[in-house]
């Protein structure tokens, strides 16, 4: 079993920054791949970056790219997404995700463990 804790979310005005951390626990070894995804108010859950194991390889959504930076500390198992630049299409709850095998990938229903969300919400 792996648990996964996020925090850092809260309100910010556009233009802003947070970042988001993400803290393993249980069987964090094991985990290979770990990804960002996030829900919109009455939208479907979509991918916002993953990094993989080493940290060597990272992917971003279009939709922040360039603003978005994921990275990793395996010593510490935690995962951090720091988000410069917000916009208010970027209000969502942010969850992550960790993957246990197989190639990296942007669909959620490959990932196996998901934390509870941190909401995040940006005022224009």
């Known amino acids: 079993q792996v648990q996964l804790v996020e925090s850092g979310g809260g309100l910010v005005q556009a233009g802003g920054s947070l970042r988001l951390s993400c803290a393993a626990s249980?069987?964090?070894?094991?985990?290979?791949?770990m990804g960002w995804f996030r829900q919109p108010p009455g939208k479907e859950r979509e991918f916002v970056a993953y990094?993989?194991?080493?940290?060597?390889?990272?992917h971003y959504a279009d939709s922040v790219k360039g603003r978005f930076t994921i990275s990793r500390d395996n010593a510490k198992n935690t995962v951090l997404l720091q988000m410069n630049g917000l916009k208010p299409e970027d209000t969502a709850v942010y969850h992550c995700?960790?993957?246990?095998?197989?190639?990296?990938?942007?669909?959620?229903?490959?990932?196996?463990?998901w934390g509870q969300g941190t909401q995040v919400t940006v005022s224009s």
């Open positions: 995700a960790a993957k246990l095998s197989g190639a990296a990938s942007t669909s959620d229903y490959s990932y196996d463990y």
């Open positions: 249980g069987r964090a070894f094991s985990i290979n791949t």
């Open positions: 990094i993989t194991g080493s940290g060597a390889n990272t």
